[in-house]
């Protein structure tokens, strides 16, 4: 990761986490920069801006997505950092289940298919969210096999 995100101005969150956030709160409009410097690739950056996009346009709510740095994350910005983490092991069903406490069924398509896209492109980058549902090392969960190891 790019030295100048080792910031930990945000209490209790991992570098990968801080990245996020950073992006998050920079909105659609500022997070390319943010997300390129991360080495998230063209493709995973319009992955984010379409959840972006979808939750500015859609939710029912405005998220709560806190302004500055050295803020503590909000719930709603929890809930984003868990639904990357459900994504990046591979669980689609929790993360449908975190959009849906914002969007109506017909916008959920849309923005899940972002963060499926945003989630792989940010997990390459060595961006991996972990969280208290996945205590499996190296994104591994139950179901998942790691590659037999042969012994000579």
Excluded: K, Y
């Amino acid at each position: 990761m790019p030295d100048g995100f080792h910031d930990d101005r945000i209490p209790g969150t991992t570098a990968p986490e801080r990245i996020l956030m950073a992006a998050l709160r920079a909105g659609p409009r500022n997070c390319q920069c943010i997300l390129a410097q991360a080495g998230i690739r063209p493709a995973g950056v319009l992955g984010f801006e379409l959840l972006l996009s979808v939750l500015t346009r859609a939710a029912r709510r405005p998220l709560d997505v806190r302004q500055g740095e050295g803020t503590a994350r909000s719930g709603d910005e929890a809930v984003l950092l868990e639904l990357e983490a459900a994504l990046q092991r591979g669980d689609a069903l929790s993360a449908l289940g975190g959009l849906s406490e914002w969007l109506e069924p017909d916008d959920l398509a849309p923005a899940l298919r972002g963060v499926q896209i945003f989630a792989r492109h940010a997990a390459a980058a060595g961006l991996v969210v972990q969280d208290a549902a996945n205590p499996w090392p190296s994104g591994l969960a139950p179901g998942r096999l790691a590659a037999p190891h042969r012994s000579r």
